[in-house]
């Protein structure tokens, strides 16, 4: 016999993560606010689920929320989503099924199953992509369009939707006119925001883009939705930068930040023993999170290492 949702009196999954999370607020076991919180955060999931065809709670297995949660992981390390909303949307489905299940449910680890990185993470290692070297054998062993997209997130600090929903040509354009480009599609928040153009190797990147975008209006092929690119040409980056030792495109985007702390400090960034006071330390990291599109200058520190 087909289950259904645990007994919670209807067929529909996110409804079903509603009223077990009510169930628990009946108990005495969450109040309004949080039941209400984590039945919001399970409505993304319950989709992610009703996407792989799945539609009842009975359906849902430690390895599917491991998927999700490696989505996220994903999301995260493209500067989608925060590390600190991503587990807490992993948290939210271990809570909803706990619930449901009546205590029955193993949960997963959001940060060691899902590899969802740790919050408000200093980083303390060099980030790989400062080879530049490195960089290169990674780019000699990918597409023209997979050149393009590392190219733009190592020497402009793009995200990998930024750097793929960038119209080249026009920022290549402005570039040249104007010292900076604007970047507008695939901003975090739709938060569009200017990067300085201070070196050739930059030019270069942005007239690469815009000669592989040709007369498309990104580099994404006009024939692909997002959704199709970011598990096809975006996976296939990810994979040949890590198998040259590089986390993903964060990794470019840490790389970027530590030049630029260098080039506005004059000193090496934290993680590699640079001695800026604290007053230019502070001053260039509003910059790089002005450059990297984060509004807090705390994320720095996932960048170029914790403050001296």
Not at 50 to 56: A, E, Q, S, V, Y
Not at 148 to 159: E, F, V
């Amino acid at each position: 016999m087909r289950g259904n949702n645990f007994g919670l009196k209807t067929r529909d999954m996110a409804k079903a993560g509603r009223f077990a999370m009510n169930r628990e607020v009946a108990d005495g076991n969450a109040s309004f606010s949080t039941a209400a919180t984590i039945a919001d955060r399970f409505n993304r999931f319950s989709q992610f689920a009703k996407d792989k065809g799945l539609r009842r709670l009975e359906e849902i297995t430690v390895g599917l929320v491991t998927d999700y949660g490696q989505t996220l992981a994903r999301q995260v390390e493209a500067g989608h989503l925060s590390a600190a909303y991503a587990q807490n949307l992993v948290s939210a489905v271990n809570t909803v099924m706990q619930a449901a299940t009546r205590g029955s449910w193993r949960s997963v680890s959001p940060t060691n199953t899902c590899k969802i990185p740790q919050r408000c993470h200093v980083r303390e290692n060099t980030p790989a992509s400062t080879d530049r070297g490195l960089v290169d054998r990674a780019m000699a062993a990918m597409s023209e369009r997979g050149r393009a997209i590392t190219s733009l997130a190592r020497d402009l600090g793009l995200r990998s939707k930024e750097s793929s929903l960038i119209d080249a040509k026009a920022a290549f354009m402005e570039a040249k006119k104007s010292k900076k480009v604007t970047i507008v599609h695939g901003t975090k928040g739709g938060r569009k925001r200017e990067v300085p153009i201070n070196n050739e190797q930059q030019l270069a990147s942005l007239e690469l883009a815009s000669l592989i975008q040709g007369e498309a209006r990104s580099l994404v092929p006009e024939d692909q939705t997002w959704a199709q690119f970011y598990e096809g040409d975006l996976r296939d980056i990810r994979e040949i930068l890590q198998t040259h030792g590089m986390t993903g495109l964060h990794d470019l985007r840490a790389g970027y930040a530590c030049d630029r702390y260098e080039n506005l400090t004059g000193e090496l960034p934290p993680l590699n023993g640079g001695k800026a006071s604290k007053a230019d330390d502070m001053a260039a990291r509003k910059v790089i999170a002005v450059e990297l599109g984060h509004g807090r200058t705390d994320v720095v520190s996932s960048y170029i290492g914790g403050r001296p």
